[in-house]
């Protein structure tokens, strides 16, 4: 059980380049996230998913995309890359509901905009 | 707006001591909250979670509590080791969104052997 993987760990991208953050879970979870994370700040939410097909927006979503085909695989797009994007990306899912519910969150993805 | 507060941002105690760390909320009708911990350049790990109907929850050395009228949880750390060093983050489901968390901005622990 791998939990939620996320790559790459590490990426450079010019301003203007684009490029796909990949997340999969193995845990059969329904609900995905995908956060930002700034420099000494909390997490806020860009996307998230409540099953295959379904995605909805959450605190800041411009200048990405995301897609959910699969239950196990949530992909974060970054079109037109800008300084501002420049962060450590969360993936995470969810066993929602109940004592149970929590996230499980994948290690990140650092990506630095130049 | 429903927000996050952790006061204070960073905390330096020596090995040993018991510690007290604040999350404050805004609007009192949540669905849960959580404490999580983060290492540096790691992801998050779930620590405790309070549900509305609850007023506390521990686990080991940990306790976390809850007081929905104030809009205030406090996660207590016993005994505190060099390994508990980290930061801490608070996040609240409410009610009216339960899809979704709102995280604090944590709190940086650091503890001195």
């Known amino acids: 059980n791998a939990g939620v993987t996320q790559t790459p760990k590490f990426r450079i991208l010019k301003i203007g380049q684009s490029m796909t953050l990949q997340c999969t879970q193995d845990m059969n979870h329904n609900y995905m996230y995908w956060y930002r994370q700034d420099p000494g700040m909390g997490l806020k939410l860009i996307y998230y998913?409540?099953?295959?097909?379904?995605?909805d927006k959450g605190e800041v979503p411009n200048g990405y995309n995301v897609s959910r085909s699969t239950t196990e695989d949530f992909p974060l797009r970054l079109e037109l890359a800008a300084p501002s994007q420049t962060s450590v990306y969360f993936c995470?899912?969810?066993?929602?509901?109940?004592?149970?519910?929590?996230?499980?969150f994948g290690p990140g993805t650092r990506l630095t905009v130049l | 707006k429903q927000e996050v507060t952790q006061i204070p941002a960073a905390l330096s105690v020596p090995e040993g001591e018991n510690l007290v760390l604040n999350c404050s909320f805004t609007?009192?009708?949540?669905?849960?909250l959580q404490w999580f911990r983060q290492d540096p350049g790691k992801g998050l790990t779930s620590l405790l979670l309070i549900q509305s109907s609850q007023r506390e929850q521990t686990s080991g050395r940990l306790n976390a509590s809850l007081d929905k009228s104030s809009g205030r949880s406090t996660l207590y750390i016993a005994a505190s080791q060099p390994g508990d060093s980290a930061t801490y983050l608070c996040a609240v489901t409410w009610m009216d969104s339960s899809y979704k968390l709102i995280f604090g901005s944590g709190t940086r622990l650091l503890v001195r052997p």
């Open positions: 609007d009192s009708a949540i669905y849960n």
């Open positions: 995470a899912s969810r066993v929602a509901g109940g004592a149970a519910d929590t996230q499980y």
């Open positions: 998913s409540v099953g295959a097909g379904i995605t």
